[in-house]
């Protein structure tokens, strides 16, 4: 059986049989017991968008987890998900191949943006999480591992936010991230991790430049899984504060010299640490950014690497400002519906990185 300080990998091409297979050898269903255990899957479905372009989790890797626990007699299994705010998690069931999932194992998908809320006491912090976390008895988490365009990387803790009504996803933005996302981790428990690090996006959580790597791993801490993801993406736990900060709450533990790495082979088992990536470093000296959401951040910086690639980004000689903590604030540029006081507001909560892009590329011209 799987021990707390171990992760378990496998690489190859036929994502739901080496899910199922990690499962078997690091024996969940020894692990979780009793049949009658409601079991709730957990995957990152942050927007609608197909698992290969690196932002949601894999349906094989679902239906792998789904199809061990069917085998071992496990019947009741729920799949719950919430969007990030600005896109429908309903949508992307459908545009990702859950409905079709559910569908064909009889499992239920919950829709966290549309079910209730409650607050808990998160290890002194109150934080708002919906209800269906108390009818799970075992939490299955499947995030992927991938970049993000504020915290740098998000894998396993982060991947928690999905179970918040949409409010508190943006309130966690005004409290600056790292903390309640740490928090977050004494209310809802993770019993169990398998992480698609099959091809996601190493700057953007919500996809579009995969690095593939085909492999899916196991494990039972968050925190030593999200060292690890620093570690394959040359960054340290103190790089990602929240990793820090949760170990210090006592939810695991960032120390990979004692950590066990169980690598089961197949193709291309051999590497290992990921290629560097600074896009976001390289293009937000544009921007003035105060309590922005991921969605509205992420589609800035997707919009200022297309300028950037056309030559036009260096000859912007305003900053972007960004953020509800614009809010009541004036300037002379500014990128959602928070900066809706400044000269020129490119509207939308969040607006669409193509709108962000013709606007702001616009606005360039027009100052030559």
Known sequence: MIERNQIWKLYGTRYKDMTVQLLNETDLAGLIGDRKTRIGIKPNLVVASPAEFGGTTHTEVVAGIIEYLQANKFENIVIAEGSWVGDRTAQAYEYCGYNALGRKYGVPLIDTQKDKWHSVDCAGMKLNIVDCVDQIDFLINVPVLKGHCQTRMTCALKNMKGLLPNSEKSRFHRMGLHKPIAHLQAGIRQDFIVVDHICGDLDFEEGGNPVVRNCVMAALDPVLV?????????????????????????????????????????????????????????????????????????????????????????????????????????????????????????????PEEEKIYQELRQYILQQQ
């Open 226 to 350: 999200d060292s690890y993801a620093c570690y394959l993406m040359h960054y340290t736990p103190d790089d990602v504060p929240y990793v820090r900060m949760a170990e210090k709450l006592g939810i695991g533990s960032t120390d990979l010299s004692r950590a066990q790495i169980i690598n089961l082979g197949g193709p291309g088992s051999e590497k290992e640490e990921l290629p560097r990536e600074d896009k976001i470093l390289e293009v937000s000296y544009a921007v003035t950014e105060v309590d922005s959401c991921s969605a509205c951040y992420a589609n800035l910086v997707g919009a200022l690497w297309k300028l950037r690639e056309e030559g036009l980004l260096e000859k912007l000689k305003d900053p972007i400002g960004i953020g509800q903590g614009m809010q009541g604030k004036t300037g002379k540029l500014g990128v959602g519906k928070c900066t809706k006081d400044y000269d020129v507001c490119i509207m939308g909560c969040p």
